[in-house]
T-cell receptor, first 113, second 114 residues
Framework: GENVEQHPSTLSVQEGDSAVIKCTYS??????FPWYKQELGKRPQLIID?????GEKKDQRIAVTLNKTAKHFSLHITETQPEDSAVYFC????????????FGTGTSLTVIP | NAGVMQNPRHLVRRRGQEARLRCSPM?????VYWYRQLPEEGLKFMVY????????ESGMPKERFSAEFPKEGPSILRIQQVVRGDSAAYFC????????????FGPGTRLLVL
């Protein structure tokens, strides 16, 4: 099955700086890569996703890049704000209806005001 | 459009009791997934169901755990004879049928076994 690794496990940045979280996956058949943000005690919420036919996707301050050859994808948050503080999870799957998502172990991001 | 709903939000059980967790998917969604999250860990897949069918239960322990998604009503994850190691947050997610769409998560049920 798929194996997703995520780094770093914790990340602290100053407000206004950028944050980068990296994930690698093992199964070359995976073609869908969502990112979830989970605040303490809350549900994971989708913040951005990317499919394997695209190399980069951006949504305001958030962007995701995908390198299929190297089998890694990254989340970039620019101009970080305190409300960006949360745990971020990457995931990978092959999009056949019903396939499970394979999650990374999470990155705890702290934005220091 | 109501999101994925789960209840109860918090559940306390003593060792040996049964825990029953409920999940109502988003309107129009027919795929339900259950994930378990241990403290400070990621989400681990347990089971995927469609109405009246278990499609993939490869992540669910063979003993004490069962899941169903009846024709009417919510999906239920049942844990019999709970042990302390079952203490975790259990999240349900749903997705629409027949499309390559993402999964949307419910608020979770936090199970504490005393």
């Amino acid at each position: 099955g798929e194996n997703v690794e995520q780094h770093p496990s914790t990340l602290s940045v100053q407000e206004g700086d950028s944050a980068v979280i990296k994930c690698t996956y093992s199964d070359s058949a995976s073609n869908y890569f969502p990112w979830y943000k989970q605040e303490l005690g809350k549900r994971p919420q989708l913040i951005i996703d990317i499919r394997s036919n695209v190399g980069e996707k951006k949504d305001q301050r958030i962007a995701v890049t995908l390198n299929k050859t190297a089998k890694h994808f990254s989340l970039h948050i620019t101009e970080t704000q305190p409300e960006d503080s949360a745990v971020y999870f990457c995931a990978a799957t092959y999009t056949n209806p019903g396939n499970q998502f394979y999650f990374g172990t999470g990155t705890s991001l702290t934005v220091i005001p | 459009n109501a999101g994925v709903m789960q209840n109860p939000r918090h559940l306390v059980r003593r060792r040996g009791q049964e825990a029953r967790l409920r999940c109502s998917p988003m309107k129009g969604h027919s795929h339900v997934y259950w994930y378990r999250q241990l403290p400070e860990e990621g989400l681990k897949f347990m089971v995927y169901l469609q109405k009246e069918n278990i499609i993939d239960e490869s992540g669910m322990p063979k003993e004490r755990f069962s899941a169903e998604f009846p024709k009417e009503g919510p999906s239920i994850l049942r844990i019999q004879q709970v042990v302390r190691g079952d203490s975790a947050a259990y999240f349900c997610a749903s997705s629409p049928p027949l499309t390559e769409e993402t999964q949307y998560f419910g608020p979770g049920t936090r199970l504490l076994v005393l």
